[in-house]
């Protein structure tokens, strides 16, 4: 949900089970649901469409909204109680978003990666964004879902990120066969039988002599 959505942990912590409409791939990023954003900004927002890591999404979703009601936490504390784990109704505490931190350190270690804040999977869906965006609207688009106040914020902050990506196709340039109107010309009779070309031919000429 980190890399879908691009949340800040602070948002994504306190953002309730009804604010979650997966449906339609939306979020209510509402302060008055609960929903601590930075500056207090309200904003819906939007995740990815990634089917491969939407598909855990929905099922931890499943879970949730069969076990607790709509303002409890989409990211639910889990209980403990004489070996036995469950899904806790109680308010997380205020240090929910250093929780996830370590959960996420726990979770890379189990995994044998190297561990990603949950800043790094905002960071993630930033640059997702924009290097599949086509045109200044998509570019837009992300820097919206990012809820920041203007592209001019997107750009000083990612742009660091993108530019070995940049790189890389600039580099990548050089090395594409470059096709000029006369090789094209030349493939094109190649590919004719002699009486064609002999008709090509002339026909060439005869503009020639025009």
């Known amino acids: 949900m980190l890399f879908l959505s691009g949340m800040r942990a602070s948002a994504f912590t306190t953002l ?4 979650v409409d997966l449906d339609n791939l939306r ?3 509402w302060p008055e649901l609960g929903v601590h954003t930075k500056n207090g900004k309200k904003a819906t927002t ?9 598909a855990p999404v929905r099922q931890w979703d499943a879970i949730v909204r069969k076990s607790l009601p709509g303002s409890s936490p989409w990211y639910a504390p889990i209980a403990h109680s004489w070996g036995d784990q469950f899904l806790s109704q109680d308010e997380p505490g205020k240090t929910r978003s ?6 996420l350190e726990l979770l890379f270690s189990i995994a044998n990666l190297e561990f990603k804040s949950p800043h790094k999977f905002r960071h993630g869906h930033a ?8 045109t200044m609207a998509d570019y837009k688009a992300v820097s919206m ?13 990612y742009a660091p990120m993108l530019s070995s990506d940049v790189q890389e196709r600039i580099a990548g340039l050089s090395g594409k066969a470059t096709s000029m109107p006369g090789d094209e ?22 503009k020639l002599a025009q």
């Open 16 to 19: 309730p089970i009804e604010a």
């Open 27 to 29: 979020l209510r990023q």
């Open 46 to 54: 939007f995740l990815l469409n990634i089917p491969e890591i939407l």
């Open 98 to 103: 250093q929780a996830l931190q370590k959960r």
């Open 127 to 134: 640059v997702y964004g924009l290097l599949h965006a086509q």
């Open 145 to 157: 879902n990012l809820m920041h106040e203007s592209i001019e914020i997107t750009d000083s902050t």
């Open 185 to 206: 010309l030349e493939v094109f009779l190649n590919k004719l039988d002699r009486e064609s070309q002999k008709k090509a031919l002339m026909f060439i000429a005869g």
